[in-house]
């Protein structure tokens, strides 16, 4: 029970990390993908009653979606492709910008759009709910992350994420590898350190975690994803005490509504 709770509250601390990266409206759209692939739906703009996305986004992307020609190989309608992936990333529909944002890549096929369309695919792998969709995100991520890689080998966030997306298909091993490749030739990679600690606590190896995240939060004290899967770590193993100290300091160091509220549930339970 307690090991099922620990990776929820890792899955929890993935969805805080990336609340942090992504503007205030997040909407997982399971159909989107298929309405922008037919450009004839209107169900990939966000809707006009959802109050945390903004009128003039709602309106920016009705007027980038009437001048888009689905089909038209040109530089214009590409730089319009590239202008929907950042209005959709914006508006939280990851699908949609995913779309958009591989349309422009495979037009102007350069590592920044390639980088671009990866990135958005990473996103919407992310939020996939379902198996099937998580799968399908992960590969075209995979694939527009692996030419941005080809072209820039040094890229290490780019290679973290596409390590990640490894780890939910049936080549696990290989995403490991390459976060260990990361971290080899860059062993204060933040992003490497707390990915690698949340996956220790997940295959349960406590203390390699802590080592990692021990290793992460003396890289940047204010990482917060990491403060607080430190003390899933210590919670997990046992360390009730350590476990305790660690929230309450991660309490003290963010006052976001949705951290205080996870580290309040665990020191309940701590009671």
Avoid at 104 to 132: C, D, R, V
């Amino acid at each position: 029970m307690l090991k099922t709770r620990i990776i929820l509250i890792a899955a929890t601390a993935i969805v805080i990390w990336l609340i942090f990266l992504l503007p205030n409206a997040v909407a997982e759209n399971d159909s989107q993908l298929k309405s922008v692939d037919s450009t004839q739906s209107g169900q990939a703009i966000p809707s006009s009653g959802h109050s945390d996305v903004p009128v003039t986004l709602i309106n920016s992307i009705k007027t980038l979606r009437a001048q888009y020609l689905p089909g038209s190989q040109n530089q214009k309608n590409a730089i319009f492709a590239d202008s929907l992936r950042s209005l959709y990333t914006q508006a939280g529909q990851f699908d949609s910008a995913a779309w958009y944002g591989e349309q422009a890549a495979t037009f102007f096929n350069t590592t920044e759009s390639s980088l671009k369309a990866g990135n958005s695919y990473y996103e919407a792998y992310t939020f996939a709910l379902q198996p099937e969709k998580q799968k399908a995100m992960a590969e075209k991520a995979q694939l527009w992350l692996g030419k941005a890689i080809q072209a820039n080998p040094k890229n290490l966030e780019a290679k973290t994420k596409m390590a990640m997306t490894y780890l939910s298909s049936s080549s696990p091993m290989q995403g490991i590898q390459m976060m260990r490749e990361v971290l080899a030739e860059d062993p204060k990679n933040e992003f490497a350190l707390y990915n690698m600690g949340m996956l220790s606590i997940q295959s349960g190896q406590y203390d390699r975690a802590i080592e990692r995240l021990n290793e992460l939060v003396a890289v940047n004290p204010n990482h917060i994803q990491g403060q607080l899967l430190l003390g899933v770590a210590f919670l997990n193993k046992g360390s009730k005490e350590k476990a305790r100290l660690q929230f309450e300091k991660v309490k003290k160091l963010d006052n976001d509504p949705a951290v205080q509220a996870t580290v309040d549930s665990y020191l309940k339970d701590l009671n």
